[in-house]
């Protein structure tokens, strides 16, 4: 059977697919965050952006989303596999670790912004019923776009997914608990809390001691077939049963999908279904934002634009500086601690449930209700700016803390300095200090300061294209400057101003390819490596003489390869000396060849 443009799921689903093929690229290119694309795609394609025109203009039509709840449910599943995937990410050891942080931080957190919340509105004439209800479901966070923003693996994401994974545990008690305070509710509403307690924990154990048993068969007997389709149908079925097991047990079905992703996590299988179900995700999470956007009623949001700010600013406002404070106490760094809470400050996409759930449990009214769904979407519209400030404040506090007047000592007097302390960096960095020659290293990440300083290299804090950090160095009594940044604009612009402003400084730096070196010596330069170049020729060979070549032609080919490409840099670059490109080999190397 023919379906026709006309047919309203087909017309939504072009709609949705055709913004996922504009959004990612284009925002990409810009180095944005997709996720204020897909909001903004959903504002205009919904009811009221452009589809509120399509009875004047009935061609719109094929350009909007007729019936926004239609396509919730796709939302909800993008959620269901964001979980997924973040459990594949984790082992129950890891888990396990961070326990003080899942039940000490995450609900001092959740309980600490939502009776601050409730006891504000309260003040303003909210009754103790509503702004309980109101001061919960604000309290929560968004894992859905929290953690793609930071992962589970950095410390931002360690203390954001910690927090985030308690709220997940706590939406459906949160639940049964303002349906027990409804005013019609009697004390049964509060043994069905613990009903659910019982009945989600004994279900939990359960599908922990299944799938421990069943899950590697599955993959195992999926795997031999050699089928990507069965395998993928196997991945997709666990996370359906798992969800829907958590469901009746009367928690939440995310929970089930973080369930599933750790048990397959524990198997060998775990690389393959994280491969297979990434793009489901990603399409998904794009649908959920477009719901999310499609909530914005930019007429409504003009109209109360003063109240509508001053609620989005205290709510952030509260729930960073409640994470801030619970994470310092967790013995957090101030900067982590700052960043972190920036990112929680939002609203969650399972805030909305919360608020239809406090107005059925009549705890507030409709168009309360209305006005903080409004709130919440606009929370998870300005998240990646709310990641985005949080890193400069971050940044901040690190470069203040980490930096203290004496602390660029170490770079004072004759000795190297190495700008960047990667695996670039801190291979130079061995090998200068296996022949005791001294030197310091500057990087800007703060966790790979601490880290090297940890190990014992003498490495400083901070940002080389501040101009302040580079006349605090000393460059001028320095015997060498090494440049290992894998930042091909930022090592020109450094070296443009280091050989203008030192002139007789030995300046050595990484290049990505014979064309980086090149500008890299027309920029000032003594020598620039590139990184590429010896990788590739000593893998071409390899290659020659595993075919059977003689070594002898091989090596005489790659001497000559070598040569050819040190003319091409000298003369792009015109230099009047040969660039230093060629391999140094060890004595008896030499003397096996």
Same mark, same amino acid.
């Given at each position: 059977?023919?379906?026709?443009?006309?047919?309203?799921?087909?017309?939504?689903?072009?709609?949705?697919?055709?913004?996922?093929?504009?959004?990612?690229?284009?925002?990409?290119?810009?180095?944005?965050?997709?996720?204020?694309?897909?909001?903004?795609?959903?504002?205009?394609?919904?009811?009221?952006?452009?589809?509120?025109?399509?009875?004047?203009?009935?061609?719109?039509?094929?350009?909007?989303?007729?019936?926004?709840?239609?396509?919730?449910?796709?939302?909800?599943?993008?959620?269901?596999?964001?979980?997924?995937?973040?459990?594949?990410?984790?082992?129950?050891?890891?888990?396990?670790?961070?326990?003080?942080?899942?039940?000490?931080?995450?609900?001092?957190?959740?309980?600490?912004?939502?009776?601050?919340?409730?006891?504000?509105?309260?003040?303003?004439?909210?009754?103790?019923?509503?702004?309980?209800?109101?001061?919960?479901?604000?309290?929560?966070?968004?894992?859905?776009?929290?953690?793609?923003?930071?992962?589970?693996?950095?410390?931002?994401?360690?203390?954001?997914?910690?927090?985030?994974?308690?709220?997940?545990?706590?939406?459906?008690?949160?639940?049964?608990?303002?349906?027990?305070?409804?005013?019609?509710?009697?004390?049964?509403?509060?043994?069905?809390?613990?009903?659910?307690?019982?009945?989600?924990?004994?279900?939990?154990?359960?599908?922990?001691?299944?799938?421990?048993?069943?899950?590697?068969?599955?993959?195992?007997?999926?795997?031999?077939?050699?089928?990507?389709?069965?395998?993928?149908?196997?991945?997709?079925?666990?996370?359906?049963?798992?969800?829907?097991?958590?469901?009746?047990?009367?928690?939440?079905?995310?929970?089930?999908?973080?369930?599933?992703?750790?048990?397959?996590?524990?198997?060998?299988?775990?690389?393959?279904?994280?491969?297979?179900?990434?793009?489901?995700?990603?399409?998904?999470?794009?649908?959920?934002?477009?719901?999310?956007?499609?909530?914005?009623?930019?007429?409504?949001?003009?109209?109360?634009?003063?109240?509508?700010?001053?609620? $989005?600013? @205290?709510? /952030? =406002?509260?729930?960073?500086?409640?994470?801030? !404070?619970? &994470?310092?106490? #967790?013995? +957090?760094?101030?900067?982590?601690?700052?960043?972190?809470?920036?990112?929680?400050?939002?609203?969650?996409?399972?805030?909305?449930?919360?608020?239809?759930?406090?107005?059925?449990?009549?705890?507030?009214?409709?168009?309360?209700?209305?006005?903080?769904?409004?709130?919440?979407?606009?929370?998870?519209?300005?998240?990646?700016?709310?990641?985005?400030?949080?890193?400069?404040?971050?940044?901040?506090?690190?470069?203040?803390?980490?930096?203290?007047?004496?602390?660029?000592?170490?770079?004072?007097?004759?000795?190297?300095?190495?700008?960047?302390?990667?695996?670039?960096?801190?291979?130079?960095?061995?090998?200068?200090?296996?022949?005791?020659?001294?030197?310091?290293?500057?990087?800007?990440?703060?966790?790979?300061?601490?880290?090297?300083?940890?190990?014992?290299?003498?490495? $400083?804090? @901070?940002? /080389? =294209?501040?101009?302040?950090?580079?006349?605090? !160095?000393? &460059?001028?009594? #320095?015997? +060498?400057?090494?440049?290992?940044?894998?930042?091909?604009?930022?090592?020109?612009?450094?070296?443009?101003?280091?050989?203008?402003?030192?002139?007789?400084?030995?300046?050595?730096?990484?290049?990505?390819?014979?064309?980086?070196?090149?500008?890299?010596?027309?920029?000032?330069?003594?020598?620039?490596?590139?990184?590429?170049?010896?990788?590739?020729?000593?893998?071409?060979?390899?290659?020659?003489?595993?075919?059977?070549?003689?070594?002898?032609?091989?090596?005489?080919?790659?001497?000559?390869?070598?040569?050819?490409?040190?003319?091409?840099?000298?003369?792009?670059?015109?230099?009047?000396?040969?660039?230093?490109?060629?391999?140094?080999?060890?004595?008896?190397?030499?003397?096996?060849?």
């Amino acid at each position: 059977m023919a379906i026709g443009l006309h047919n309203e799921g087909f017309s939504d689903a072009l709609v949705v697919l055709g913004a996922a093929g504009l959004v990612i690229p284009a925002f990409a290119r810009f180095r944005i965050s997709p996720v204020i694309g897909f909001i903004l795609v959903g504002a205009l394609v919904g009811p009221a952006g452009l589809g509120a025109l399509v009875p004047r203009a009935p061609w719109l039509y094929y350009f909007t989303i007729s019936d926004p709840a239609s396509i919730e449910p796709f939302a909800e599943f993008g959620i269901v596999l964001l979980l997924f995937s973040i459990g594949l990410e984790l082992s129950f050891r890891r888990l396990w670790s961070m326990r003080r942080l899942v039940f000490g931080t995450g609900p001092a957190a959740l309980v600490g912004c939502a009776v601050l919340v409730a006891v504000a509105l309260h003040l303003m004439g909210q009754g103790w019923g509503g702004a309980a209800g109101l001061g919960l479901a604000l309290a929560l966070s968004s894992t859905a776009l929290v953690l793609p923003l930071v992962g589970t693996t950095s410390p931002v994401g360690r203390g954001a997914f910690a927090i985030l994974l308690f709220q997940d545990l706590a939406l459906v008690p949160i639940i049964f608990a303002l349906g027990a305070m409804a005013p019609t509710a009697s004390d049964e509403g509060w043994v069905g809390i613990a009903g659910v307690a019982l009945r989600g924990g004994l279900t939990v154990v359960a599908m922990y001691v299944g799938g421990r048993l069943v899950l590697p068969r599955l993959f195992a007997q999926a795997a031999r077939t050699k089928s990507p389709e069965l395998f993928l149908a196997a991945s997709l079925l666990v996370v359906i049963v798992a969800s829907v097991a958590t469901t009746a047990a009367g928690l939440s079905p995310i929970v089930g999908a973080l369930l599933a992703g750790l048990l397959i996590a524990e198997t060998e299988y775990h690389s393959e279904v994280e491969v297979m179900t990434a793009p489901f995700k990603g399409l998904a999470l794009g649908v959920f934002l477009i719901t999310v956007g499609m909530s914005l009623d930019l007429g409504a949001i003009i109209a109360n634009w003063a109240s509508l700010l001053a609620a $989005v600013l @205290g709510i /952030v =406002a509260v729930k960073a500086v409640v994470t801030f !404070l619970l &994470l310092r106490v #967790a013995n +957090a760094r101030r900067g982590i601690a700052a960043e972190t809470g920036m990112l929680m400050g939002s609203p969650s996409e399972t805030t909305l449930i919360v608020l239809a759930t406090a107005a059925q449990a009549q705890l507030i009214t409709a168009a309360t209700a209305s006005f903080w769904q409004t709130v919440t979407a606009i929370g998870l519209t300005i998240t990646p700016l709310l990641a985005l400030l949080g890193r400069i404040i971050a940044r901040r506090i690190e470069r203040r803390e980490t930096t203290p007047p004496d602390a660029l000592d170490h770079a004072e007097g004759e000795r190297a300095v190495v700008f960047g302390f990667g695996r670039v960096g801190r291979l130079v960095a061995d090998m200068l200090a296996r022949h005791d020659q001294p030197y310091v290293a500057v990087e800007a990440d703060i966790d790979a300061v601490t880290q090297a300083r940890a190990g014992g290299y003498p490495i $400083v804090f @901070g940002d /080389v =294209a501040r101009a302040e950090l580079l006349d605090r !160095l000393d &460059l001028g009594n #320095a015997r +060498a400057l090494i440049l290992t940044m894998d930042e091909p604009v930022l090592t020109v612009r450094l070296t443009k101003r280091l050989r203008a402003a030192f002139p007789d400084l030995p300046i050595i730096a990484r290049a990505r390819d014979t064309a980086h070196a090149a500008e890299l010596y027309r920029a000032g330069v003594t020598d620039a490596v590139p990184e590429t170049l010896e990788s590739s020729l000593q893998l071409s060979e390899a290659v020659l003489v595993d075919l059977g070549v003689a070594m002898g032609p091989v090596i005489a080919s790659i001497h000559d390869k070598r040569e050819e490409l040190r003319e091409t840099i000298r003369r792009t670059a015109m230099l009047d000396r040969e660039p230093r490109i060629r391999r140094i080999r060890r004595t008896d190397e030499i003397r096996a060849v």
